[in-house]
């Protein structure tokens, strides 16, 4: 039996972005339920917020200038950990 994939969103604590991460979490685990072993919170400092797929950088906002959209980071991880999953209104 094979591992299945960890998704770990480091954000800034100093900044307050906890509840932009938790909210992602939640957006995340809903989607891909099963698809997932781990959903990790990873606090930082210096206005951080970076998403990883197995340690793979998938999204970074010092890199993009912004935060994810709900919606990108569900097209994101579903590229890498079931990329067949129809994501329904995501995929839209």
């Known amino acids: 039996m094979s591992q299945k994939p960890r998704v770990e969103i480091t954000y800034c604590a100093q900044c307050r972005f906890v509840l932009r991460?938790?909210?992602?979490?939640?957006?995340?685990?809903?989607?891909?339920?099963?698809?997932?072993?781990?959903?990790?919170?990873?606090?930082g400092t210096g206005g951080v917020f970076e998403v990883r797929v197995d340690g793979e950088l998938v999204w970074s906002k010092k890199a993009q200038g912004r935060f994810p959209e709900s919606k990108e980071l569900k097209q994101l991880v579903r590229d890498r950990v079931a990329p067949d999953k129809d994501l329904g209104h995501s995929d839209r």
């Open 21 to 43: 991460a938790t909210w992602l979490t939640q957006e995340l685990l809903m989607t891909f339920d099963t698809d997932l072993g781990e959903v990790a919170l990873v606090p």
